[in-house]
């Protein structure tokens, strides 16, 4: 059994590359988490796990990570990813992940939206939403990506 993480933070970042992986790999540098090993996981955030955005991950650890990002290798395109957290009065939260073709106003209203709809499925009232988000325009191949990390 996996222990349940205590801690959590949310990054964006977006940057270009020379091929679509190294793109990505340096939108992770820049979002902070690019010398981790992401473990994606699904969309819940656990009862009482606090926020620290100055949270260390060791380099090379497995990470969970909760994310969305978009590779694109068009000139002069935008695309965005978004993440955000739904948080309850009294029990678990839930996150949700968004990356498109679209402006960061576009991705963090997806976001807002889904957080809404995941609470109102789950019959619980939403009392607070924290999103991240991020816009690009690709000048030859770009990446943008959004994250919440969890960690012990």
């Given at each position: 059994?996996?222990?349940?993480?205590?801690?959590?933070?949310?990054?964006?970042?977006?940057?270009?590359?020379?091929?679509?992986?190294?793109?990505?790999?340096?939108?992770?540098?820049?979002?902070?988490?690019?010398?981790?090993?992401?473990?994606?996981?699904?969309?819940?955030?656990?009862?009482?796990?606090?926020?620290?955005?100055?949270?260390?991950?060791?380099?090379?650890?497995?990470?969970?990570?909760?994310?969305g990002?978009?590779?694109?290798?068009?000139?002069?395109?935008?695309?965005?990813?978004?993440?955000?957290?739904?948080?309850?009065?009294?029990?678990f939260?839930?996150?949700?992940?968004?990356?498109?073709?679209?402006s960061?106003?576009?991705?963090?209203?997806?976001?807002?939206?889904?957080?809404?709809?995941?609470?109102a499925?789950?019959?619980?009232?939403?009392?607070?939403?924290?999103?991240?988000?991020?816009?690009?325009?690709?000048k030859?191949?770009?990446?943008?990506?959004?994250?919440?990390?969890?960690?012990?």
């Amino acid at each position: 059994m996996l222990p349940t993480p205590k801690k959590f933070k949310i990054v964006a970042g977006a940057a270009e590359g020379k091929n679509k992986l190294t793109a990505f790999d340096n939108a992770l540098l820049e979002a902070g988490i690019g010398n981790i090993n992401l473990v994606r996981i699904s969309s819940i955030l656990p009862p009482a796990v606090e926020q620290d955005q100055d949270m260390v991950l060791p380099p090379g650890s497995l990470v969970p990570t909760a994310y969305g990002a978009i590779v694109c290798d068009e000139p002069g395109k935008t695309i965005a990813a978004a993440v955000g957290v739904g948080f309850s009065a009294d029990s678990f939260g839930v996150i949700m992940e968004y990356s498109g073709s679209c402006s960061k106003a576009e991705a963090e209203q997806k976001i807002q939206e889904m957080l809404e709809e995941a609470f109102a499925q789950r019959g619980m009232p939403l009392v607070k939403t924290e999103i991240r988000a991020v816009e690009h325009t690709i000048k030859s191949i770009g990446c943008a990506l959004a994250a919440v990390t969890l960690w012990y």
